[in-house]
């Protein structure tokens, strides 16, 4: 059985459009985590904080 995509993709759109994104990424005024500052976070107590009241 040969399985072949359904669309063909355009490589070079396809580099553009992520290095597009990347650029964007980089852009965004984020900041990480200190080393072991989110050690003992458990990953619900983090969406708990997010949740809309």
């Known amino acids: 059985m040969v399985l072949k995509p359904i669309r063909k993709r355009d490589l070079d759109q ?3 459009a992520f290095k597009e994104h990347d650029e964007r ?5 984020t900041k990480e985590p200190k080393p072991g500052e989110l050690a003992k976070v458990y990953l619900e107590e983090e969406f708990e904080e997010c949740e809309p009241s």
């Open 25 to 29: 990424l980089s852009r965004l005024d």
């Open 14 to 16: 396809l580099r553009v």
